[in-house]
């Protein structure tokens, strides 16, 4: 089987995954979210092995995704699952995530570990009872960190930050900001394209980019993103590699669910 790609839309995880089990499709199916975190569908035989998307994996990641009603898909045969963790068909997990929907009242979370946090006003005023951990976060989140980096900042796990930030999302305390990060494996992909038209040596080109930006490991604002990708570019000394290098870097944006 070929690659896939297209937009994400109602429905459509469901079509796709019951398409790829009756093609006996092996691969990668990743999906990109303008304002999430990246999630990935891992199959072998037409089964869904494995399921990761931010913290969530496996039916929980699959229930998460299944709510998404945006961004970009694209699937690559002949990669591998990193593990192994699910057996069962696809029809099958597919009824369990819609179960999983309807018990948590047709959602599984509010947010994800890159999404980006608001205060609307305080629990102090008797409008919404939080649990602690919710507590806890809203008094640290800022308009700009990330709920991942909230948790680095906070100590706790992952997992409870996030749900702590959806509960303060469903009460009304906070609000999700209308900003969308880069994933940090883009920049890997990006580096790897340009590697194979410059060789090694567009490696260099890349962190010098990223360290001029002040970009770092983690996930960045994706309006810096047009600033790296001139960076890089103005570095290819022909014409014709930087044009080959601007076109994959524009389908790599459409994967990622990053085009403008």
């Known amino acids: 089987m070929g690659a896939l790609y297209g937009d994400l839309e109602e429905g459509v995880l469901a079509n796709l995954l019951q398409y ?8 990668l199916l990743s999906l990109r979210h303008p304002t999430r975190v990246k999630g990935d569908v891992y199959l072998e035989r037409g089964r869904v092995v494995h399921v990761c998307a931010g913290a969530r994996t496996d039916l929980p990641a699959l229930a998460e995704l299944m709510t998404w009603r945006q961004g970009r898909f694209s699937f690559r045969s002949g990669v591998s699952a990193p593990r192994r963790t699910l057996g069962d068909s696809v029809e099958r997990l597919l009824l369990q995530a819609a179960q999983a929907l309807d018990d ?23 409008r919404a009872a939080v649990s602690l951990t919710a507590l806890h976060v809203w008094r640290r989140v800022d308009g700009h960190s990330s709920v991942r980096q909230l948790a680095e900042a906070s100590g706790l796990p992952l997992g409870d930050v996030i749900s702590g930030a959806s509960e303060l999302v469903r009460s009304g305390l906070a609000v999700t900001d209308d900003v969308r990060l880069v994933d940090p494996t883009f920049v890997g992909a990006m580096t790897q394209e340009a590697v194979d038209i410059l060789g090694p040596v567009a490696e260099v080109f ?21 600033e790296l990708v001139t960076t890089v570019a103005t570095q290819f000394r022909r014409s014709e590699w930087q044009t080959d290098f601007l076109r994959r870097v524009e389908r790599l944006r459409r994967d990622y669910g990053l085009s403008a």
């Open 20 to 27: 790829l089990a009756l093609s006996q499709a092996d691969g």
């Open 104 to 126: 948590g009242g047709g959602e599984v979370a509010c947010v994800d570990e890159d999404a980006v946090l608001n205060t609307t006003t305080s629990p102090d005023d008797g």
């Open 206 to 226: 890349v962190e010098d980019a990223l360290y001029e930006l002040g970009i770092d490991d983690g996930p960045f604002d994706a309006k810096a993103l047009d």
